[in-house]
C-alpha cells in the first residue's frame, strides 16, 4: 500500500480541482503560508523591537540577536524540511508548521526575560521554514498546472508576505493601544498574543485550499538532480541577500523612530511597504519567466541596495518613504526568483532539494545580518552605519547573482572544451 495513503498527501490535481479551475484563489490560499512565516512571525518584530528594547533595556546587539535566533531557527527547520516532505507531504508541513508557529507566537506573549524570547524566537524560526520551504513547493507545483502564468503564481505566494506586514502595522499599535488603556506593565505583550491569534485564523484559512495542491513527495524521491557547484553563483548572491536585507526590516522602525517621526506616520510606512510586497508579484513575474541565470536576482539586489542606503544617507520623510516603497517592492521577489532559477534548470524531482538550498545560505546570511549590524549600530554612526553595511552587502550579491548562468548555457560550454 502506498504510504502516502496515511499522511494526507493528496493526489495530482484533476481538471476540475480547485487548483485547476482557480489559480489565482489556490495561489492566495498558499501566500497565507508566507504571510504568517515571514510576514507576521519575523517582520512584525521590527514593530517590537523600539517597545521591547526601551522596557527591558536591550542594546542593539541583543535586539539584532533576537532575529539572529530566529534565522538560526530558520536554518534548523529548513534542514529538516525535505526530511519532513519526504515523510508526510507539502501540506502536512506547511499546516503543521503554521499551527507550531501561532503556538509560539503566543507564548512570547508571557515571558519577559532575554533568554527564553531568544528560545521562543529560534523555535518559531524552525516552524517558519517548514511553512515556507513547503509552501514555495506546493506554489511551484501549481505553476505547473499553468505553465503561461507560473511567474505570476509564485509572486502571489511569496508577495503573501506583504499581507503579513499590513496585517502587523495595523494590529500591533492598536493591541499595544489597549493593553496601555488597561495599564497592562508589558504592552508589547499584548501584541505578540495578538498576531498569533491571527496567525491561527490565516492557518484556518488556507486549510483547504493548499489540499488540492499536490503535495505528495516525487516518484524520484525528492532527491538528487541539484548539485551546489552549478548554482555556486546563485547561492552566494542569496547569501549576501540573507545578509543584507535582514538589517534593514530589523532596523528600519528603530531608526524612523530615532529620526522623530511619528507613531501614525510609521504605521503607514510600514503598512505602505507591505502593500508594495503584495504589488510586486505583477511587477516582476515577466522578469521572473524570461531570465533562466541569475540576471533576476542580480538587478533586484542592485536596486534593493540603493533602496536600503537611502535611510543611511537622509532623513527627509519623503525619501524615507520612497525607499521603503522600493524595499517592498522588491525584497521578496529576490526570494521568488530563487525558487524560479531552480524551476527553470531542475527536474522536478529535484526542486524540493534546490529549494531547500537556497534556503539554507538565506537563512545563513540571516544568521549573520543581525548581529553584526546591531554591533555596528552600538559603535558610533549608529543604525545608519549599520544599513551602509546593508547596502554593501546587497551590492555584493548583486554582482555574484550576475555569473550565475542558466544551467543549460553551462551545459553548452563544458561540451565545446
Known amino acids: 500500500m502506498d504510504r502516502h495513503a496515511h499522511t494526507g498527501s493528496t493526489l495530482p490535481p484533476g481538471p476540475r480541482s480547485l487548483a485547476a479551475r482557480r489559480p489565482f484563489l489556490t495561489a492566495f490560499a498558499l501566500s497565507l503560508g508566507a504571510a504568517v512565516s515571514l510576514g507576521l512571525t519575523r517582520f512584525s518584530y521590527a514593530l517590537l523591537l523600539p517597545p521591547m528594547r526601551a522596557d527591558l533595556g536591550w542594546s542593539y546587539f541583543l535586539s539584532g540577536a ?27 508541513a506547511l499546516v503543521g508548521g503554521a499551527i507550531l508557529a501561532s503556538l509560539f507566537m503566543l507564548l512570547s506573549g508571557f515571558v519577559v526575560d532575554a533568554g527564553l524570547l531568544i528560545g521562543q524566537r529560534v523555535l518559531a524560526g524552525i516552524a517558519s521554514a517548514f511553512i515556507f520551504v513547503s509552501g514555495g513547493l506546493l506554489a511551484a507545483r501549481l505553476g505547473l498546472l499553468h505553465p503561461e502564468r507560473s511567474g505570476l503564481l509564485l509572486g502571489i505566494y511569496y508577495g503573501g508576505t506583504g499581507l503579513g506586514i499590513v496585517a502587523s502595522a495595523l494590529l500591533v ?46 516518484k524520484a524521491g525528492g532527491q538528487g538532480g541539484f548539485s551546489v557547484k552549478p548554482f555556486g553563483f546563485g547561492l552566494a548572491g542569496y547569501l549576501m541577500f540573507g545578509v543584507g536585507y535582514i538589517g534593514y526590516m530589523t532596523f528600519v522602525i528603530a531608526l524612523l523612530r530615532e529620526q522623530g517621526m511619528g507613531a501614525a506616520t510609521i504605521t503607514l510606512f510600514y503598512a505602505m511597504l507591505g502593500l508594495a510586497v ?16 541569475g540576471q533576476a536576482m542580480a538587478i533586484l539586489n542592485g536596486l534593493l541596495g540603493v533602496a536600503t542606503i537611502l535611510p543611511a544617507l537622509t532623513s527627509a520623510p519623503a525619501l524615507m518613504f520612497v525607499s521603503g ?12 526568483s530563487t525558487t524560479a532559477l531552480v524551476r527553470h534548470n531542475l527536474p522536478q524531482h529535484a526542486w524540493s532539494s534546490g529549494i531547500s538550498a537556497f534556503t539554507i545560505v538565506f537563512a545563513l546570511g540571516q544568521i549573520v545580518g543581525p548581529s553584526v549590524i546591531g554591533w555596528i549600530a552600538d559603535g558610533p554612526g549608529g543604525l545608519q552605519r549599520g544599513l551602509v553595511f546593508s547596502a554593501l552587502a546587497l551590492f555584493a550579491g548583486a554582482l555574484l547573482a550576475s555569473r550565475q548562468r542558466p544551467l543549460s548555457s553551462m551545459t553548452a560550454a563544458f561540451r565545446a572544451d
Do not use: E
Open 325 to 336: 516603497l522600493m524595499f517592498g517592492g522588491i525584497f521578496l521577489s529576490v526570494v521568488a
Open 173 to 218: 499599535p492598536l493591541a499595544m493601544d489597549a493593553a496601555a488603556a488597561q495599564g497592562a506593565p508589558h504592552a508589547w505583550q499584548w501584541a505578540w498574543i495578538g498576531l498569533a491569534a491571527l496567525c491561527l485564523l490565516a492557518t484556518l484559512a488556507m486549510l483547504k485550499p493548499a489540499r488540492q495542491v499536490d503535495g505528495a513527495p516525487s
Open 66 to 92: 533576537m532575529n539572529t535566533g530566529n534565522a538560526l531557527g530558520y536554518l534548523l527547520g529548513a534542514l529538516a524540511t525535505p526530511a519532513l516532505m519526504r515523510r508526510y507531504g507539502a501540506q502536512a
Open 278 to 293: 503584495m504589488a510586486s508579484s505583477r511587477i516582476w513575474a515577466r522578469m521572473l519567466d524570461r531570465f533562466k541565470g
